[in-house]
């Protein structure tokens, strides 16, 4: 009776062992399958960016198609907040555009003769609004994530701007063995977060339709926002670059002036 009781209780501790050993094999390989993917790096997506180059310059209408973008999806979560929106003229739009676009939002302010904050219609000399009151407002909508402001987002993060077209394009099912835990999402280009992510995937095809029928697949939406957030970011790019042109036109001149005074006072020499 003893020995089979023995018998009994090895070959249970041998199945549970085994079992065990099973259960702990495969939790060591789901951990070796997040670590792996969390020190992967992914290379970011590669585009044409018009403003890219000596000669680069912003293209206003994908300047104006990735505000729609921004206005549309973006700003219900991030705020532009280094930007005011007398700022839209550089997009294309003229004085009265601006001031219809700003008097869509509302902003506090006063007090008044009464001593009271009351709320009116922005203004363009008006900062954009943002999109939550508070930082624990932003948190408590956001299942305490913190959604950063994005006019300052492409020199924040390497690979500015094809950071962010990458980021928008990203989104993608967890390798074999990742688990995403719940409130996050994969996406292979955020790497600050092992490549979890708590923002939803933003955009797909045809997230937004424009007016003047330009493409809407995911590449080109990503490139329009890109686009236009690189230009919150460095808004002069343009009379920058015509700048530096106009400079280099000037020393090419100067350089041929002073090569023909050169000859002039040395012909003599020779």
């Keep these: 009776m003893f020995r089979r009781f023995v018998s009994g209780a090895a070959a249970v501790a041998t199945i549970a062992a085994v079992l065990t050993f099973g259960f702990s094999s495969a939790r060591a390989d789901e951990l070796t399958a997040q670590q792996k993917d969390a020190e992967t790096e992914y290379p970011l997506k590669t585009t044409n960016f018009s403003f890219e180059g000596f000669f680069g310059t912003y293209d206003k209408a994908t300047l104006?198609?990735?505000?729609?973008?921004?206005?549309?999806?973006?700003?219900?979560?991030?705020?532009?907040?280094?930007?005011?929106?007398?700022?839209l003229k550089d997009l294309g739009y003229t004085d009265a555009q601006v001031k219809a676009y700003a008097s869509q939002y509302q902003v506090t302010d006063g007090p008044n003769?009464?001593?009271d904050m009351f709320q009116r219609a922005a203004l363009p000399s008006d900062k954009f609004i943002r999109p939550f009151a508070n930082e624990k407002a932003a948190r408590a909508a956001n299942n305490g994530a913190y959604p950063?402001?994005?006019?300052?987002?492409?020199?924040?993060?390497?690979?500015?701007?094809?950071?962010?077209?990458?980021?928008?394009q990203g989104f993608k099912d967890p390798p074999p063995g990742v688990t995403v835990p719940d409130g996050l999402y994969?996406?292979?280009?955020?790497?600050?977060g092992l490549h979890m992510i708590a923002m939803p995937p933003p955009l797909q095809d045809a997230t937004v339709t424009f007016a003047d029928g330009a493409p809407n697949d995911l590449?080109?939406?990503?490139?329009?926002?890109?686009?236009?957030?690189?230009?919150?970011?460095?808004?002069?790019?343009?009379?920058?670059?015509?700048?530096?042109?106009?400079?280099?036109l000037f020393l090419g001149v100067l350089s041929i002036l002073l090569y023909g005074v050169k000859r002039q006072i040395w012909a003599d020499a020779h």
């Design 186 to 192: 994969y996406n292979q280009y955020f790497s600050r």
């Design 219 to 248: 590449a080109d939406e990503a490139k329009d926002v890109a686009t236009f957030l690189n230009w919150a970011a460095d808004p002069h790019l343009n009379e920058r670059h015509e700048m530096g042109i106009r400079v280099m």
């Design 148 to 168: 950063p402001d994005l006019a300052m987002i492409v020199k924040a993060r390497e690979g500015g701007p094809r950071y962010v077209y990458s980021i928008m």
């Design 113 to 115: 003769d009464n001593g």
């Design 64 to 87: 104006q198609r990735g505000l729609y973008i921004y206005h549309e999806v973006c700003s219900n979560c991030h705020g532009l907040y280094e930007l005011s929106y007398r700022n």
